[in-house]
């Protein structure tokens, strides 16, 4: 089960911080990511990380502004968002998907939480 927290409602150039908190289940092998949806568009990959190898993956548009981490001790993921932006509405979601390939792609994961609403305002 996953479950986000930490949306809301910023201006523009606000900071937020998402979380997501992992449970019934080993995530140690999945890769684990912060996807996001808007309306009439398709779902799409802001932030990944493998804690097998350390490898992150960002999307250009939010590279040097958003920064992805997990705490495996906690069994949480957490999506750090600075400078926001307008653009950056949507619904953010967490997914986590063990042994995956193409990452960045949503349409390989299984494992989704119900998302998390972030808003910023102009």
């Known amino acids: 089960q996953l479950q986000e927290s930490g949306g809301g409602s910023v201006q523009s150039g606000g900071s937020l911080t998402l979380s997501c908190a992992a449970s019934?289940?080993?995530?140690?092998?999945?890769?684990m990511g912060w996807f996001r949806q808007v309306p009439g568009k398709e779902r799409e990959g802001v932030a990944v990380?493998?804690?097998?190898?350390?490898?992150?993956y960002y999307t250009s548009s939010v590279q040097g502004r958003f920064a992805i981490s997990l705490d495996t001790a906690n069994h949480t993921l957490y999506l750090q968002m600075h400078n926001l932006k307008p653009e950056d509405t949507a619904m953010y979601y967490c997914?986590?998907?063990?042994?995956?390939?193409?990452?960045?792609?949503?349409?390989?994961?299984?494992?989704w939480g119900q998302g998390t609403q972030v808003t910023v305002s102009s």
């Open positions: 990380v493998d804690p097998g190898n350390g490898w992150t």
């Open positions: 019934g289940y080993t995530y140690s092998t999945a890769s």
């Open positions: 997914a986590a998907q063990p042994f995956c390939r193409n990452c960045k792609n949503p349409r390989v994961y299984n494992y």
